[in-house]
């Protein structure tokens, strides 16, 4: 069925039986082509304090309603539940993490609950300077800080209005919690950014950060521009292999590494004699990013999404909301399960139409 808040599955056609559900402590959920299923991405607010040019237009997201916005108690109860199924790693996203209010309470009750090993949060950076500290306490373990320039006026054209060095004050303030391994995500989009590749790969040499490259995803209509209307996607888009062979060429060979904090998406290199790692995600030319994917996505106004790059959604409010039990609340989340699709399909004309990806976070 498709609306225009996605492809929502009926929830008639749930149907959880005890005999569905994995044990607790056992090796988490598994999807229909076998990928154990443990990590959920929950996007506490669908709100930003920025407007980077890739993720979001300047105007004409509307703001979700407050009551359309899951409850920190809302959310909690997800994850406690989703738990008991074999969930074990959170990660926070938005919109942005920080401008939700409770974050930290909700940090602590998340990081407190059975079976959650790991809570993670991906943010821009800009008030991390304030909170960091305070998310470290309530159990917060690693940030992961988006930032795609190392220069002021850039990164003011590609956010439209930020300032750089709260971000640079935000790392700090990460490394000083303990927040650790720090990674920073870097978009690359031809024209905007793409001149920084060989920047950002050379932080590594001294500082013991991840940088990931993040192949651009089309989540705009057609444009991704600091000046609207310049190029479309397709001329913005870099491919890992042209990043990869400059960032070598300049420095020298990439030399496979494993992460400090295990699997994901993201590929990871050393240079010689580096401190840090260079990450790669490669969301459209590489087939490991679907065939590894060990994630589903819980949406700012409750829903799950078990792909980040296709509109089909499970309403998991409506079920939250409607004063059901634990199991029927599994039987939705065993829902989205059993329809995560085994790979994106954009090839094959599949696209993100009905939410951009400050709604889902990435
Ligand atoms: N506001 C937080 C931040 O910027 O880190 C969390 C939400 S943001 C949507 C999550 C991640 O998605 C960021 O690293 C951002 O760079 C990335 N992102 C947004 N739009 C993208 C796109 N079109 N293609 C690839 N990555 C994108
Ligand atoms: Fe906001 Fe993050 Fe999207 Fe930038 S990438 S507009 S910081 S949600």
């Not at 443990?38 to 669908?46: M, W």
């Not at 407050?66 to 074990?88: D, F, N, P, S, Y």
């Not at 490259?213 to 089309?218: A, H, W």
Request: with cysteine; hydrophobic share 40%; charged share 25%.
């Amino acid at each position: 069925m498709s609306t225009p808040e996605g492809d929502l599955i009926p929830l008639t056609s749930i149907s959880a039986r005890p005999a569905d559900l994995p044990a607790a402590g056992g090796p988490g959920l598994v999807d229909p082509v076998g990928r154990s299923i443990y990590y959920l991405r929950i996007s506490v607010t669908d709100r930003c304090n920025l407007r980077c040019v890739y993720c979001m237009p300047e105007e004409g997201v509307p703001w979700l309603p407050k009551e359309e916005v899951l409850t920190l108690e809302e959310i909690a109860r997800v994850v406690r539940v989703a738990a008991q199924m074999g969930l074990r790693r959170v990660r926070l996203t938005g919109g942005e993490p920080t401008v939700r209010r409770g974050l930290v309470d909700l940090v602590r009750w998340i990081a407190s609950t059975p079976g959650i090993e790991d809570v993670a949060m991906t943010t821009n950076g800009i008030a991390l300077a304030g909170m960091a500290a305070d998310l470290a306490r309530a159990g917060l373990r690693r940030v992961n800080i988006s930032l795609d320039t190392l220069r002021p006026e850039r990164f003011r054209a590609i956010t439209r209005w930020g300032d750089i060095g709260d971000v640079f004050a935000g790392i700090e303030a990460a490394r000083r919690a303990g927040l650790r391994p720090i990674k920073l995500n870097v978009v690359v989009m031809r024209g905007i950014n793409d001149d920084e590749v060989v920047d950002f790969a050379r932080t590594t040499m001294d500082e013991d950060w991840e940088v990931r490259f993040i192949e651009l995803m089309p989540f705009l209509d057609e444009e991704v521009s600091c000046a609207k209307g310049e190029s479309t996607f397709d001329l913005q888009f870099v491919p890992t292999r042209e990043v990869k062979r400059r960032i070598e060429a300049a420095l020298g060979p990439l030399e496979p590494a494993e992460s400090g904090s295990g699997a994901g998406p993201a590929r990871y290199y050393r240079l010689p004699g580096a401190r840090g790692l260079v990450g790669f995600i490669s969301p459209l030319t590489e087939t490991h990013f679907c065939a590894t994917c060990n994630r589903m996505r819980l949406t700012a106004d409750g829903k799950i999404r078990p792909c980040l790059l296709t509109d089909h959604e499970v309403d998991l409010k409506g079920v939250l909301r409607s004063g059901a039990d634990d199991e029927a609340l599994k039987g939705a989340i065993l829902l989205a399960l059993r329809t995560k699709p085994d790979a994106h399909h954009l090839w094959d004309g599949n696209r993100p139409r009905w939410r951009k990806m400050v709604q889902i976070g990435g």
